[in-house]
Every structure is written in C-alpha cells, then in structure tokens.
C-alpha cells in the first residue's frame, strides 16, 4: 500500500501497483470540534476513477480538500456519519462552496436526520449570495443541484456502478441514529467508523476489509484534555462512553480481520507528548496487521 501525506510529511510506505482505482485522503485526523494544534476536524474524501466521495464536513474541510487536491466543483458525494458539530459544521460550506467554485452538477447527501433541515437551511442562510450571484454571475440556482437521501436505517445507501456504499449503526450515545459507512470500490474496500464505542456492528460492516479508519481515544491522555473545560467530569464520562479506546481496536481490527487500520479522529488530537507509539502500542498486543497513526492528508 502506498501511504504518502503532503506537504513536508515524509512517504511512510509504498508497495501499492500502478493500475489501483481507488484512493482516500484523511482530510482531517482530530476528534471534537476546538479548533486548535496541527490537526483538522475530521474528514476523508475517497477518489474511485474521477468521482469522489466526500465523508463528514469538519471545519475547515473546504480548506482541507483544496490543499489535497481535490476541485471542490468535483465533489458528487457527501456522506454525514452523525450531527455532532466536528463532523457537520462544514456541510453548508461545501453545498455552497463547491458551487461558487463553478458546480453545476447535482451533488447527493447523505446521511441522518435532520440533514433534509439542514441543507434546506444552509441554503437559506445563504440567500442573499445565492441570489445576487445568480443574477451577477449567470449561474444556476444551487438549490435545485442539493439531492438529499435520508435514512435512519442501516443497510445500502449507495450503488452507482463504481461504488457500493453500505451503512451500519454503530454506538455513538446519545446521539443516534449514528453510523459507520464501508465503501467496496473495484479495487478496494475502505470502512469509516465515524464515531462509536466498541460495536459488533463496526466489526460485521468492516469484515475483511483492506482499509479501516476507525476513531481513537488514548486513556491516559483524557484527563488532561478533560481539565481544559468547565464540566470536566461530565465531559470524561462523554468520552469514555462514547469512543473507543486504543486498547479495544486490537481486538476489533482481528476480529474484523482487516488487513490496514488507520487510526484517526484522535482524541486527544492536540497533545504533543502523545507519539504515535504511544498510540499503537496497545493495539499491537491484539492486532498483527498494518497500523497507521493518521495525519492530515495522508494519501493511500
């Protein structure tokens, strides 16, 4: 496999052949929503051929696919695992966005209620541009190019001839309906856990997959993270309830019998004293497989 990150980040493998279809970028590798450190709100986009599959909107993600490369007017796909500001703050930006940069196709989202509300209310916010610029600019009205697919089930999402897309609910309290999405491309199959606790759902959607980006949360550093806010121990219970920790992936990963597992949405993702050792030295003791500490834009 060919992992690469942009910029200044050095190549940290490479075996992959020429002739792969697929790629996918973490744009973003840092759990909740405090802008801050050297890490993005989450986000992944996945290229098969020249479409592209955009999963979850963080903040900054408009920013983020511009420096991997991706033509924000490209984007045909939006997938929102849940509604929790880190994962969604940037779902209006993108509907808009790609369009001031020249969209004129229909762009398809999907994802848990109330993602109908909000693209209809991202579009309000927005009208006073949108109008202007369609009267100054010729262009088309973006609010017949949004097609909304809204499901609180699990199960197929997705099939267009490239890609099927399949969803699965996956623990996430208290919000929910919440899910992970597994991706099987004609040369790959990629699983993004989204946020969960420990879910046999996670492992029956991510059953021999090549890639699973599964969320991270190391232990001992959640005490320092904690004591930056006011509710700290409300805020603790959160996340010891609601993620998963490094010395549970281990077990999932074999269990699920990946064959890479890219960790991402680091939590904490901010903390420089954590390496990425620290972070993969639990799931050793469980999983033998590839393990990759994710980055933003990393490339595989």
């Not at 991402?264 to 497989?289: K, Q």
Request: charged content about 20%; overall charge negative.
């Amino acid at each position: 496999m060919t992992v690469t990150v942009d910029q200044k980040t050095p190549e940290v493998s490479a075996s992959t052949p020429a002739s792969t279809r697929t790629s996918l970028v973490l744009l973003g590798t840092k759990g909740g929503p405090r802008p801050g450190g050297e890490r993005a709100a989450p986000g992944q986009v996945i290229q098969v051929d020249d479409v592209y599959y955009l999963i979850d909107c963080g903040n900054g993600v408009c920013w983020q696919l511009a420096k991997a490369g991706v033509p924000l007017n490209k984007i045909r796909n939006i997938f929102l695992t849940h509604h929790h500001s880190d994962h969604n703050a940037d779902y209006g930006n993108v509907l808009l966005l790609s369009w001031a940069c020249g969209r004129s196709h229909i762009i398809d989202c999907y994802g848990p209620p109330p993602i109908a509300t909000m693209t209809r209310m991202a579009f309000e916010m927005n009208s006073y541009d949108i109008s202007i610029r369609i009267e100054d600019e010729g262009r088309v009205d973006p609010r017949n190019l949004a097609r909304v697919h809204e499901y609180s089930e699990p199960g197929l999402v997705l099939d267009d001839g490239k890609v099927r897309v399949t969803a699965a609910l996956v623990p996430h309290p208290p919000v929910t309906p919440n899910f992970a999405y597994r991706f099987d491309t004609p040369d790959r199959s990629i699983v993004i856990s989204g946020d969960t606790a420990p879910s046999d759902a996670l492992v029956e959607l991510a059953r021999g997959a090549d890639i699973l980006v599964h969320e991270a949360l190391y232990a001992p550093g959640i005490d320092a993270l904690a004591a930056r806010v006011p509710n700290a121990t409300t805020f603790k219970e959160h996340l010891l309830a609601s993620h998963t920790s490094t010395s549970d992936l281990g077990k999932i990963a074999t269990r699920a019998g990946v064959k890479t597992l890219v960790l991402s949405h680091l939590v904490p993702g901010d903390d420089p004293l954590i390496t990425d050792e620290m972070w993969s030295e639990d799931i050793r003791r469980d999983f033998d497989g590839e393990i990759i500490v994710g980055r933003d834009l990393m490339r595989f």
